[in-house]
């Protein structure tokens, strides 16, 4: 039962936090590095994620990489997705993609 108390928004982000079969939602960044002009806009929006490496361009923490680190990917859950979102929003050539790992969507 739904504590009447709770707010219309209380209960959205608590409904938004679990996928159909009650799980915590998951999501994937798949960052073009390639393409990042080192703005250092998502370094900004979410530092405890993102930080600037010596080469002037963006690195996802605690990411993985492709070989040549052209591509970088993380996975994470709906408690990180606004801070997350942020930084790709923030972006100014929009090499940050989130992508839904329910749907396999791209969100932005």
Not at 6 to 15: E, F, G, P
Not at 28 to 54: F, H, M, Q, T
Not at 83 to 101: F, R, T
Request: charged residues 30%; glycine residues 6%.
């Amino acid at each position: 039962m739904i504590d009447p108390k709770t707010t219309t928004t209380q209960l959205k982000q608590t409904i938004a936090v679990k996928d159909k079969n009650g799980n915590t939602k998951r999501y994937k960044i798949v960052y073009d590095r390639e393409g990042c002009i080192g703005a250092a806009a998502c370094v900004a929006a979410y530092p405890e994620r993102w930080s600037l490496a010596d080469d002037g361009k963006a690195d996802v923490k605690d990411g993985t990489q492709n070989d040549d680190n052209t591509v970088q990917e993380l996975e994470f859950t709906e408690e990180e997705f606004q801070k997350m979102m942020d930084s790709a929003q923030a972006c100014p050539v929009n090499v940050i993609h989130i992508i839904d790992l329910e749907t396999g969507e791209r969100v932005i």
